[in-house]
């Protein structure tokens, strides 16, 4: 089947502007994370959608980003006023209950702030 | 919170060697441990888990042994092949539904 497909495959902006990057899950998976991967380091946690519940934010670097998930499946992930070290590549993941941990990647979107 | 270290950050092997690679945890309520394969551009993928209920997990030539009493897990994998080079990263979980990742190690598989 379809795996979690994200949008745009790569984004280059100016500094200070705005970006948005969509994420498609699997169909019937109901958590949702969002990561960021800068070049060489690990997974950073951004945000956590399940289902209907208030989504964890705990991860977000700044209140210049913010996440929505609509109708528990597409997300998308805001980026205001982007700055250079925004630049990375963000992931998205979506897993299902129980195996709330069996996460399935998309192919992320690759960030370059100018 | 959780805090997951992950060693070496780069491992170099032969062709048909062993490798292994280890993860420490600090969370004890942590009982879910996966382990995922990154090749390069490309995403993540699991490629083994294993929960806190068993000591050891294999598939084909890969394995993943947990020592909760330690709080550190292990992933082995024999008969290194090119196709294995990649950087794989641990993860911890369980305390909550954000797992925790490791920083990664790059593997690289010499012919």
């Known amino acids: 089947g379809a795996g979690v497909s994200q949008s745009p495959s790569n984004k280059v902006t100016e500094k200070g502007k705005d970006v948005e990057l969509r994420c498609d899950p699997i169909?019937?998976?109901?958590?949702l994370y969002w990561y960021r991967q800068s070049l060489g380091q690990g997974l950073e946690f951004l945000i956590y959608f399940q289902g209907n519940s208030a989504p964890d934010k705990s991860g977000l670097p700044s209140d210049r980003f913010s996440a929505e998930r609509t109708g528990g499946s597409v997300s998308t992930l805001t980026i205001q006023r982007t700055q250079q070290e925004d630049s990375a590549v963000y992931l998205c993941?979506?897993?299902?209950?129980?195996?709330?941990?069996?996460?399935?990647f998309g192919p992320g979107t690759r960030l370059t702030v100018t | 919170g959780e805090n997951v270290e992950q060693h070496p950050s780069t491992l170099s092997v032969q062709e048909g060697d062993s490798a292994v690679i280890k993860c420490t945890y600090s969370?004890?309520?942590?009982?879910?441990f996966p382990w995922y394969k990154q090749e390069l551009g490309k995403r993540p993928q699991l490629i083994i888990d294993i929960r806190s209920n068993v000591g050891e997990k294999k598939d084909q030539r890969i394995a993943v042994t947990l020592n909760k009493t330690a709080k550190h897990f292990s992933l082995h994998i024999t008969e290194t092949q090119p196709e294995d080079s990649a950087v794989y990263f641990c993860?911890?979980?369980?305390?909550?539904?954000?797992?925790?990742f490791g920083r990664g190690t790059s593997l690289i598989v010499h012919p």
């Open positions: 993941a979506s897993s299902s209950l129980p195996t709330v941990y069996e996460q399935y």
């Open positions: 993860a911890a979980g369980g305390g909550s539904y954000i797992p925790t």
């Open positions: 169909s019937g998976h109901t958590a």
């Open positions: 969370d004890s309520a942590s009982n879910y």
